[in-house]
């Protein structure tokens, strides 16, 4: 489905001070409907390892190609399978966002979500640069507990020094029923989370929020380099409380798949 500038108002509720008086200044510049059957590849590149690299603990190895990651009638699909690959016993799929990135904006997903023991579906960003770690977690969640959502944003110099902030919010919302629209609103003061119309989360981005004993800061301040889009389906890790979780156990997943309907990034400029 198809959108104009103005959609953003339906997209998220009117809290930004800059918004509500400057509609046809918000711009769409990036944007996958993910219609067809083959994913572009000019948008995303397929992430594949089975390493630590790709998250702690984790049970699955993630595989490049349709195996886990499938289009069909406009709808993105990452699932995870009781599959054995390597040295391990599931298999599913990371994609991420192909370019530069992007610095500030509006960034929205829209997604149903798994549901099932040990099941970790994340979106978020990333900066692609090696001299400061940031990431910004639009959302994150456990799939056996999937109206509990989590956001979260680290910052400092490297991925063993940061500083962090983040909330989990119990909803009451069942994800994995329908979908739903999962969104960052990324300015030079601050971070705020939504889902559908519905603030959530605000972190203000002074330096001095960001201040703690664990980080060691960058040459640049918190959240000003540009960030990329990364979907995954993770199967366990160190995020739940019990590490071991068996191909047995994984029979009872209800809905094993993270589905994507679109994903829009839209930026203001004072300059349009």
């Given at each position: 489905?198809?959108?104009?500038?103005?959609?953003?108002?339906?997209?998220?509720?009117?809290?930004?001070?800059?918004i509500k008086?400057?509609?046809?200044?918000?711009?769409?510049?990036?944007?996958?409907?993910?219609?067809?059957?083959?994913?572009?590849?000019?948008?995303?590149?397929?992430?594949?390892?089975?390493?630590?690299e790709?998250?702690?603990?984790?049970?699955q190895?993630?595989?490049?190609?349709?195996?886990?990651?499938?289009?069909?009638?406009?709808?993105?699909?990452?699932?995870?399978?009781?599959?054995?690959?390597?040295?391990?016993?599931?298999t599913?799929?990371?994609?991420?966002?192909?370019?530069?990135g992007?610095?500030?904006?509006?960034?929205?997903?829209?997604?149903?979500?798994?549901?099932?023991?040990?099941?970790?579906?994340?979106?978020?960003?990333?900066?692609?640069?090696?001299?400061?770690?940031?990431?910004?977690?639009?959302?994150?969640?456990?799939g056996?507990?999937?109206?509990?959502?989590?956001?979260?944003?680290?910052?400092?110099?490297?991925?063993r020094?940061?500083?962090?902030?983040?909330?989990?919010n119990?909803?009451?919302?069942?994800?994995?029923?329908?979908?739903?629209?999962?969104?960052?609103?990324?300015?030079?003061?601050?971070?705020?989370?939504?889902?559908d119309?519905?603030?959530?989360?605000?972190?203000?981005?002074?330096?001095?929020?960001?201040?703690?004993?664990t980080?060691?800061?960058?040459?640049?301040?918190?959240?000003?380099?540009?960030?990329?889009?990364?979907?995954?389906?993770?199967?366990?890790?160190t995020?739940?409380?019990?590490?071991?979780?068996?191909?047995?156990?994984?029979k009872?997943?209800?809905?094993?798949?993270?589905?994507?309907d679109?994903?829009?990034?839209?930026?203001?400029?004072?300059?349009?």
């Amino acid at each position: 489905m198809w959108v104009t500038n103005l959609s953003v108002f339906t997209i998220l509720a009117i809290t930004h001070p800059d918004i509500k008086d400057n509609q046809d200044k918000w711009r769409l510049v990036f944007h996958d409907e993910f219609s067809g059957t083959a994913l572009n590849t000019k948008k995303w590149e397929y992430q594949k390892g089975c390493s630590e690299e790709f998250g702690a603990g984790n049970l699955q190895c993630y595989v490049a190609g349709t195996n886990n990651i499938k289009l069909k009638d406009g709808i993105a699909t990452i699932e995870a399978k009781i599959q054995h690959y390597e040295d391990k016993e599931f298999t599913s799929g990371r994609l991420r966002q192909l370019g530069d990135g992007f610095l500030h904006g509006l960034f929205v997903v829209r997604a149903r979500l798994p549901k099932g023991n040990h099941l970790w579906p994340a979106l978020w960003l990333l900066t692609r640069k090696d001299n400061c770690y940031q990431e910004i977690v639009i959302m994150e969640a456990k799939g056996d507990y999937i109206s509990r959502m989590i956001f979260t944003a680290h910052y400092g110099l490297d991925f063993r020094h940061l500083a962090h902030h983040g909330t989990a919010n119990n909803t009451g919302i069942d994800f994995s029923q329908k979908f739903h629209n999962f969104g960052i609103l990324w300015t030079k003061e601050k971070l705020v989370w939504y889902i559908d119309d519905i603030k959530y989360y605000e972190v203000d981005l002074n330096p001095e929020t960001w201040d703690s004993p664990t980080m060691e800061p960058c040459e640049q301040g918190p959240f000003t380099q540009k960030m990329n889009f990364i979907l995954n389906l993770a199967v366990g890790g160190t995020f739940f409380n019990k590490t071991s979780f068996s191909p047995e156990e994984a029979k009872q997943w209800k809905q094993p798949k993270i589905e994507i309907d679109w994903l829009r990034i839209f930026q203001y400029d004072e300059k349009w």
